[in-house]
């Protein structure tokens, strides 16, 4: 339960929240910064800050259709009256429980003011738009970038929880889990389930037949070619593709740059019972001893695509960062392109929407290498192909099955020497 009056969970959200807009954190990181609170109150404040970081916009322009006095943006008085109004739309939480623990949070400053325009905002209440606005900035690159249905469609998946992809080691597994779990399989080695509980209470989670895997997030190591083969997976920690790599087969070895994402993918190899030869270190100075048959690079980047689990992404991501780490890829994949054998398959892949990460990337990269070539890969039926032999994966698709996480990936064969 969370506790008796409520308010632990609210400051631990205003806590999060400050961490996230202002310092750039991650939600998740933001809410292990906070000590001492039950799991119930961890749960609740991490549920209320996801759910401002949701609908920002939406909760700003309601605010401030309820008072004069113009609050500046980063005021706690706007913050406490954004928690407020998240936990009406998202929470149900009764009116008399968010005025109750909604004031005290602003003991000493503006209690009257706050009171006053909660006090309207939930006296004029109309049903929450089920297509919030995301940030006017993300609005306007995504337009630019891909147009307006798209906007629409991210605008509908953001007020939606996502739900919960599985990959299986193997098919006949998914199938039959699909059959006795209620769940839908809409690839080989893929069961979608539709709620997100808590992971490790799910059926067959100790056996280790499946892990957790956007169904988007499995697609780039579905390029890497069938046979049994030599695979360097760069960029690997926790391991999801890794994973995929080995159930399929093939001799894995997983480089990952930090010690702490490498321990997850120990566990999940261990937990899953697959296999793949561990190292860290920094790509940009490691070199292997070897070439390999396939290469996939899954790169770091702003992340965009998963706005739907992480909505504060749309927050962190400003063009200077999508810079910065388009930069850092445009060094990552060049030097990934030197350990190809002849003949071999290099994928690159980002889970992000903005095309400096993705297509910018591959447009630059064969410009300065012509030995390699985008050859499409065989893919689940919902995947097309863009006529340059991409495959990007937007809002909208799937929709109606509970959409995908927006990802971009290129599979590049190098040319037989
Ligand atoms: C998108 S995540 C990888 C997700 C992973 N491929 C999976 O399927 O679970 C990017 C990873 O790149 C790693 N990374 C970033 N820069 C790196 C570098 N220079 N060398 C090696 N790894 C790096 C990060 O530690 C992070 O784990």
Redesign the pocket.
């Known amino acids: 339960m969370p506790s008796a009056d409520g308010t632990a969970s609210r400051r631990a959200a205003l806590q999060m929240l400050d961490a996230v807009l202002r310092n750039g954190r991650t939600l998740e990181a933001a809410a292990q910064r906070v000590r001492g609170l039950s799991a119930p109150d961890q749960g609740l404040a991490v549920a209320i800050a996801g759910e401002v970081l949701r609908r920002l916009p939406d909760l700003d322009a309601l605010i401030d259709g309820a008072t004069r006095q113009r609050l500046p943006d980063d005021s706690k008085a706007r913050m406490v009256l954004r928690m407020a109004l998240a936990q009406k739309i998202g929470l149900q939480t009764p009116d008399h429980a968010i005025v109750a623990t909604a004031l005290p949070l602003v003991d000493g400053g503006p209690r009257r003011l706050v009171h006053g325009v909660l006090g309207t905002l939930l006296r004029r209440w109309v049903d929450p738009s089920e297509a919030p606005r995301l940030p006017a900035a993300v609005e306007e690159r995504w337009l630019d970038a891909w147009g307006n249905d798209v906007v629409e469609a991210a605008r509908r998946q953001i007020a939606q929880r996502p739900p919960l992809d599985l990959t299986f080691a193997s098919a006949e597994a998914a199938r039959r889990y699909a059959a006795e779990n209620g769940g839908v399989s809409l690839a080989p080695n893929h069961v979608r389930l539709g709620e997100s509980g808590a992971v490790p209470a799910l059926t067959g989670f100790s056996e280790g037949g499946w892990w957790v895997q956007d169904l988007a997030?499995s697609l780039p190591a579905r390029l890497i070619p069938g046979a049994a083969a030599d695979v360097l997976?760069?960029?690997?920690?926790?391991?999801?593709?890794?994973m995929q790599l080995s159930a399929a087969g093939h001799r894995v070895v997983a480089?990952?740059?930090?010690d702490s994402?490498l321990q997850r993918l120990a566990q999940n190899l261990e937990r899953t019972g697959l296999s793949a030869e561990l190292i860290r270190?920094?790509?940009?100075k490691w070199k292997p001893t070897q070439e390999f048959d396939a290469i996939l690079l899954?790169?770091?980047?702003s992340a965009t695509g998963t706005f739907r689990r992480h909505p504060e992404v749309l927050y962190r991501a400003r063009p200077a960062v999508i810079r910065e780490s388009a930069e850092v890829q445009a060094r990552?994949l060049p030097r990934a392109a030197e350990w190809v054998k002849p003949g071999g398959t290099l994928v690159y892949s980002v889970?992000s929407l903005e095309p400096e990460e993705g297509e910018a990337i591959i447009a630059d990269f064969l410009a300065g290498h012509p030995g390699f070539q985008l050859e499409p890969g065989d893919l689940p039926d919902f995947v097309t192909s863009t006529a340059n032999g991409h495959v990007r994966i937007l809002p909208g698709v799937l929709a109606d099955q509970g959409g995908l996480d927006g990802f971009f990936a290129a599979r590049l064969v190098r040319g037989s020497a």
């Open positions: 997030a997976d760069l960029c690997s920690a926790p391991g999801g593709k890794a480089v990952d740059a930090s994402r270190a920094d790509m940009l899954d790169a770091p980047c990552l889970c």
